[in-house]
């Protein structure tokens, strides 16, 4: 509840209260045309950094690995963007700083610490990796690429079953299903 307080009444006070002041020191006009052209500014700015997140992750999935940082960045982005987009000094300053690649890669790596922290204080079982790898469920399409398990004596073994528990006595024709015999029935 705090934190939709600040957002919704706190917030908009103080970006008028600093609106207010700026248009009274540079003019209104000054003021409004400053304020279009940092949502201009930032709206090129979040065009160009998205692009460049986007294709980093793009490269890390190719190569197999899981963009953890990158979509943590892409979502600091979308945040910057909105609070660009949204009038008023304050939150353009926020917005700027969600944009410049040296914060936005500090406040992303802060939000990956943040989770894997979260994850291991609840005593639940949690996995994050950003740098790939199995992981906890084995072989998998984000992870590195590892021969399957082989048995004690390195060997993998191959082969067809039969299940022996079933109840009728006739051996499916290849080809049939269990469906098809029971319609001939």
Same mark, same amino acid.
């Given at each position: 509840? %705090?934190?939709?307080?600040?957002?919704?009444?706190?917030? %908009?006070?103080?970006?008028?209260?600093?609106?207010?002041?700026?248009?009274? /020191?540079?003019?209104?006009?000054?003021?409004?045309?400053? /304020?279009? +052209? $940092?949502?201009?500014?930032?709206?090129? +700015?979040? @065009? #160009?950094?998205?692009?460049?997140?986007?294709?980093?992750?793009?490269?890390?999935?190719?190569?197999?690995?899981?963009?953890?940082?990158?979509?943590?960045?892409?979502?600091?982005?979308?945040?910057?963007?909105?609070?660009?987009?949204? %009038?008023? =000094?304050? $939150? &353009?300053?926020?917005? =700027?700083?969600?944009?410049?690649?040296?914060?936005?890669?500090?406040?992303?790596?802060?939000?990956?610490? @943040?989770?894997?922290?979260?994850?291991? *204080?609840?005593?639940?079982?949690?996995?994050?990796?950003?740098?790939?790898?199995?992981? %906890?469920?084995?072989?998998?399409?984000?992870?590195? #690429?590892?021969?399957?398990?082989?048995?004690? *004596?390195?060997?993998?073994?191959?082969?067809?079953? !039969? &299940?022996?528990?079933?109840? &009728?006595?006739?051996?499916? !024709? #290849?080809?049939?299903?269990?469906?098809?015999?029971?319609?001939?029935?």
């Amino acid at each position: 509840m %705090p934190v939709f307080f600040f957002l919704f009444i706190v917030m %908009p006070i103080a970006e008028l209260a600093v609106l207010i002041q700026v248009g009274s /020191v540079i003019g209104v006009l000054n003021t409004v045309g400053l /304020v279009f +052209l $940092t949502a201009v500014i930032g709206a090129w +700015l979040l @065009r #160009q950094q998205g692009l460049a997140t986007l294709l980093r992750a793009n490269e890390r999935l190719n190569s197999g690995e899981l963009p953890a940082k990158e979509v943590a960045e892409g979502l600091i982005l979308a945040v910057g963007g909105a609070m660009l987009l949204t %009038p008023g =000094f304050i $939150t &353009d300053t926020f917005g =700027f700083l969600c944009l410049l690649p040296g914060s936005r890669h500090w406040l992303a790596s802060q939000a990956l610490k @943040r989770m894997t922290v979260a994850g291991q *204080n609840h005593g639940r079982s949690f996995f994050f990796s950003a740098g790939g790898g199995a992981g %906890p469920f084995g072989q998998g399409p984000f992870g590195q #690429q590892r021969p399957f398990d082989r048995d004690a *004596n390195g060997n993998i073994i191959e082969g067809e079953y !039969q &299940d022996q528990t079933r109840t &009728d006595r006739g051996q499916l !024709q #290849q080809g049939q299903s269990d469906q098809d015999e029971q319609e001939k029935k």
